[in-house]
T-cell receptor, first 112, second 115 residues
Framework: GQSLEQPSEVTAVEGAIVQINCTYQ??????LSWYQQHDGGAPTFLSY????GLEETGRFSSFLSRSDSYGYLLLQELQMKDSASYFC?????????????FGIGTKLQVIP | DAGVIQSPRHEVTEMGQEVTLRCKPI?????LFWYRQTMMRGLELLIY????????DSGMPEDRFSAKMPNASFSTLKIQPSEPRDSAVYFC?????????????FGPGTRLTVT
């Protein structure tokens, strides 16, 4: 089995930096993905960490520490359009096949 | 590419009726996923296919739910009979083999309301 924890809500100011944390408990861990979902929209893939360290994609970065079972998504130079829900998702081995399980999501509100 | 296509976008039905949701994955993607999203339970994986074969259906709530993938370009999720608690947004997603599940492309979803 597995469990994922991430904060339910975060508020940050436009132009600032925000970090959204994700901790997990699972066996057969392969990697951690991040998705963004705007209200009324579909989740869209942001990044993936299969190894420890930082992955950078423009204003977004994602970090993974496998020894700490912890990762985070870092959003820089926040824009109003970044207001959305952000999900971490664990890719894991589950009885001989792989599966992906999503966290409950963090609702980010960017304020002027 | 048109992305993942789902139909219908909205469905309102009465309790006890059969509901069929449809999905066309991105061409060339080997994996297809069905998810259900609600406020209370978040995004739940119902079932996923690899090369048209169901791999993990442990998330299918009960026998009222069934999913098929008769070919690489089409899948259905059927609920029979439907119940009010099935009201949710149902997403279909697909993934390429090289991404091995972690980079999924979601369709726009079907918002199902069962009255």
């Amino acid at each position: 089995g597995q469990s994922l924890e991430q904060p339910s809500e975060v508020t940050a100011v436009e132009g600032a930096i925000v970090q959204i944390n994700c901790t997990y408990q699972t066996s057969g861990f392969y990697g951690l993905s991040w998705y963004q979902q705007h209200d009324g929209g579909a989740p869209t893939f942001l990044s993936y960490n299969g190894l420890d360290g930082l992955e950078e994609t423009g204003r977004f970065s994602s970090f993974l520490s496998r020894s700490d079972s912890y990762g985070y998504l870092l959003l820089q130079e926040l824009q109003m359009k970044d207001s959305a829900s952000y999900f971490c998702a664990v890719r894991e081995d589950s009885g001989g096949y792989q599966k992906v399980t999503f966290g409950i999501g963090t609702k980010l509100q960017v304020i002027p | 590419d048109a992305g993942v296509i789902q139909s219908p976008r909205h469905e309102v039905t009465e309790m006890g009726q059969e509901v069929t949701l449809r999905c066309k994955p991105i061409s060339g993607h080997d994996y297809l996923f069905w998810y259900r999203q609600t406020m209370m339970r978040g995004l739940e994986l119902l079932i996923y296919f690899n090369n048209n074969v169901p791999i993990d259906d442990s998330g299918m709530p009960e026998d009222r739910f069934s999913a098929k993938m008769p070919n690489a370009s089409f899948s259905t999720l059927k609920i029979q009979p439907s119940e009010p608690r099935d009201s949710a947004v149902y997403f279909c997603a697909s993934s390429a083999h090289r991404a091995v599940l972690y980079e999924q492309y979601f369709g726009p979803g079907t918002r199902l309301t069962v009255t």
